[in-house]
């Protein structure tokens, strides 16, 4: 590509220094992220005679950015970090990540919740996963469940202070009316952590411990109560194959690549037994060496990770293999072996992990294939209906719901390559538009969403704009609605910058299409690949638009007039109403009668001046 003199003096700029650079597109799209010892040599080797993948990325580069870091490793965390918030379309990613589940053990609570969680919080809790079988993980946590009950319910729910179901199937030990101390309860907790980590050994000896100890007491009921449950931990331990002699944790990796589509597995070993594994589809530009394929899936998958291993076993060498164990040592806290086995147990290890890999690759691409044959088409024909320069990969559609300005919400959802993306769509309450103006509604909801795409883009990069979907430029916008509603929608767009986005609106009545600068719509065959894809996108975000206003207005519904009392909260709110039968009751009470049920004087004053 030819370079012109504003970039070579840029790159004269770049310091020689350890960082990450950006590379993006003219739609100011970061197409890739990397990282260098020495930034100002890798950007000239990207910009001048580049060949091979690096001239196909070079294709579309149209601007780059730097970001300066003190030290390799830190430019390493870097590199992930942006790799996970922009998801360039040129660097190894993991193939929907945002969807991986976790188990969550709170530690800071007297008798925690154990519950699922999409995502990792710096909460003090204790994580287990990622794991992208969800079924498989709650079928893990059902056999955990059996042998040692634990609470699911809500907190709302728990502190109703009243067993339920799970209590009475012996799923649950009842905290809830303190039929297990906390002490118990939260050694209960630290065993299905024991569990979850596969140290069935270890747990089946404190068992053993209690049961001798219960029964030297003669106290046979706890006795037998520990014998059961040690049975039952032998028979996961039983499941659990023995792989090595060493007893460090180790993770085995292990992949199988066909054309462009790769897949990953990883086994976790823990005090030398095999106690799971799990596989994991990578997307991006995947044609690359082996060494580099191990790092960037390493990075990815251990960012997200709860547990970083002693040892990790891989297939092959890694790429910067010194850089990598540093940074995964200070994940752990403490030294990270990697280790690539040429022959003995652990090579054969490996190599039955790539065949479980294989595997599974045949059975997505059977998927994907299918879904392709499917989606392609339609996405072709869109753009060709369209006059799109491509086919429009993620596809925005937005819709306003309300009855006469009441309860307004707005919806946005999400299509990729095709299909939802659920994790995408999100929903907006109305705020700033008094009465029922659809168009002043659409707008609010545009603006909202835009601007945060615009502080993104501009790298104002706060907690507030470091959400994924709202920081990923679409490459169309679908409007429910007619030219009227399009017109408003294109009025904020290109305020905000962003006009030469696709942007078209679909009419209900007769299924017309509107488009810019043409004054005659659309009008496709009703059954049309292209005209199927954009109904499906726009009923989509019909329901969901739909399902939220109802939310909304069931939530005002269930409101009361207390709930806008500054100090009174669920509790106090209970009692008011147990107390009083009514907020007809509370209104007619003295000041005296409100505070005898616990009500401190000036929040009683503060509810009879409001009721």
Known sequence: MAVDEAIRKRLRAVPEAPGVYLLRDRGEKVIYVGKALRLRDRLRSYFAAPAGQKAELMKRVFDFEFVRTSNEVEALVLENEFIKRYQPRFNIRLKDDKNFLYLKIPVAEEFPRVHYSRRVLKDGAIYFGPYTSAQSLRQTVKSIRQLLPFRTCSDDVFRQHRVCLDFHIKRCPGPCENRISVEDYQARTHEVAMLMEGRSDLLAKQLRNRMSSAAQALDFENAARYRDQLRAVEKIADRQKVLTRGRDDQDLVAYARSGKDVFMEVAYIRQGKMVGHDGHALEGDLDVPEAELLRGFVLQYYTSATHVPRTLVLPAPIEEPELVADW????????????????????????????????????????????????????????????????????????????????????????????????????????????????????????????????????????????????????????????????????????????????????????????????????????SPAMFLVQRVRDEAHRFAITHHRKVRSRKAL?????????????????????????????????????????????????????
């Open 328 to 527: 995964l040592t200070q994940r752990r806290g403490g030294p990270v072996l990697l280790e690539v086995p040429s022959r003995g147990r652990k090579r054969a290890l490996v190599r039955q992990l790539e065949e479980t890999a294989a595997e599974e690759l045949k059975q997505l691409q059977i998927q994907w294939d299918y879904d392709r044959s499917r989606t392609v088409p339609m996405l072709t024909a869109l753009a060709d209906a369209l006059e799109l320069d491509e086919p429009p990969r993620r596809i925005e559609c937005y819709d306003i719901s309300n009855i006469q300005g009441e309860s307004a919400t707005g919806a946005m959802v999400v299509f990729e390559d095709g299909r939802p993306k659920s994790e995408d769509y999100r929903s907006f309450k109305i705020r700033y538009t008094p009465g029922p103006n659809d168009f002043a509604m659409m707008q609010e909801v545009l603006r909202r969403r835009f601007t945060r795409l615009e502080a993104a883009q501009r790298r104002e990069e706060a907690d507030e704009v470091a959400d994924r979907s709202f920081s990923t430029r679409p490459d169309m916008v679908l409007i429910d609605g007619g030219r009227g509603q399009l017109s408003a929608a294109l009025e904020v767009l290109e305020e905000l910058g962003f006009g030469d986005i696709p942007s078209v609106g679909l009419a209900k009545e007769r299924e017309e299409i509107f488009a810019p600068e043409r004054t005659e719509p659309i009008v496709l065959e009703h059954d």
């Open 559 to 611: 409101s009361s007039p207390l709930d806008s009392v500054e100090g009174i909260g669920p509790a106090r709110k209970r009692a008011l109403l147990r107390a009083f039968g009514s907020v007809q009751a509370i209104r007619d009470a003295a000041v005296a009668e409100i505070v005898s049920v616990g009500i401190p004087e000036r929040l009683a004053l503060r509810i009879k001046e409001l009721l």
